[in-house]
């Protein structure tokens, strides 16, 4: 459920709200009770893939997955890389 981030435009008070993407708006202030209460884009809610496809990082396994032989993560032999590791 995405976050929102509320702001009245009377007494300036700030608050954030998990909503539905399709409920209405909130209006009224809890703090003034006027209806200035306006509401803007918020942090959301992140998504997270986890399984043995998906990495954290999406680079790959970590050091203890790659290959051990190679110069570098491209995994080609030292004469075979341009890299002067």
């Known amino acids: 459920m995405p ?3 509320y702001r009245c435009q009377k ?14 708006p ?3 202030c809890p703090v ?3 209806l200035s209460l306006r509401r ?7 998504i997270q893939f986890k399984g ?5 990082n999406d680079y790959g396994p970590g050091k203890e997955h790659q290959k051990k032989e190679g110069c570098c993560p491209c995994g080609k032999p030292e004469s075979g890389c341009g890299s002067s590791a």
């Open 40 to 46: 803007g884009p918020g942090g959301g809610s992140g």
């Open 11 to 24: 007494c300036g008070h700030a608050l954030e709200v998990s909503q539905k993407i399709t409920d209405a």
């Open 52 to 56: 043995k496809d998906f990495y954290y």
């Open 26 to 28: 909130i209006e009224l």
């Open 32 to 34: 003034c009770d006027s």
């Open 3 to 5: 976050t929102y981030d």
